[in-house]
T-cell receptor
Framework: GAGVSQSPSNKVTEKGKDVELRCDPI?????LYWYRQSLGQGLEFLIY????????KSGLPSDRFSAERTGGSVSTLTIQRTQQEDSAVYLC???????????FGSGTRLTVV | KNEVEQSPQNLTAQEGEFITINCSYS?????LHWLQQHPGGGIVSLFM???GKKKHGRLIATINIQEKHSSLHITASHPRDSAVYIC????????????FGKGTKLSVKP
């Protein structure tokens, strides 16, 4: 696509439920990144994909968080048993072969109530 | 102490003023990034630097590797430049594993 597309744009979920966030990167971008922006916390790195593999998942905050990428394209970030502290804007970005020049999506605002 | 520090946290300027935002970091890096986040939340990548200076329109970014310092300059500022400017560094190995500064909120008044 022309840009990085994320869905849903907003998600309100009850504590304890699982959520899936989707990122559709720019066509041809092999590198894909997930970040989180919490209120008052700034941006933090979650996970990096090169193709379908994740060479760096060091930013995932707990084992409730997982992500996958299939076909070198769409990625899904899954949060199991959501907690209130998971409330944040989840941002996806992609780049060509991990060479920087990131293009960011508009984010998914997750609210856990 | 944060690994990436930005100053100032907030900046108000009059249209036409020359603006400087500073970023200092304390870790070894492979590249430094300047990002712009508009009030609606969208983030745009402005620059990626590993040395020297880059210019794009009215924006100029410089980096001094020895001093671990970078500056973002905006010449002839305009109200549409109002945004949060974020400095981020990537360490060797994983390009996407960025460490972010807390951002500088810029407001340019007409």
């Amino acid at each position: 696509g022309a840009g990085v597309s994320q869905s849903p744009s907003n998600k309100v979920t009850e504590k304890g439920k699982d959520v899936e966030l989707r990122c559709d990167p720019i066509s041809g971008h092999t590198a894909l990144y997930w970040y989180r922006q919490s209120l008052g916390q700034g941006l933090e790195f979650l996970i990096y994909f090169q193709g379908n593999s994740a060479p760096d998942k060091s930013g995932l905050p707990s084992d409730r968080f997982s992500a996958e990428r299939t076909g070198g394209s769409v990625s899904t970030l899954t949060i199991q048993r959501t907690q209130q502290e998971d409330s944040a804007v989840y941002l996806c970005a992609s780049s060509l072969r991990g060479a920087g020049g990131y293009t960011f999506g508009s984010g998914t605002r997750l609210t856990v109530v | 102490k944060n690994e990436v520090e930005q100053s100032p946290q907030n900046l108000t300027a009059q249209e036409g003023e020359f603006i400087t935002i500073n970023c200092s970091y304390s870790v070894g890096i492979s590249a430094l990034h300047w990002l712009q986040q508009h009030p609606g939340g969208g983030i745009v990548s402005l620059f990626m630097l590993s040395s020297g200076k880059k210019k794009h329109g009215r924006l100029i970014a410089t980096i001094n590797i020895q001093e671990k310092h970078s500056s973002l300059h905006i010449t002839a500022s305009h109200p549409r430049d109002s945004a949060v400017y974020i400095c981020a560094v990537s360490r060797g190995g994983s390009q996407g594993n960025l460490i972010f500064g807390k951002g500088t909120k810029l407001s340019v008044k007409p």
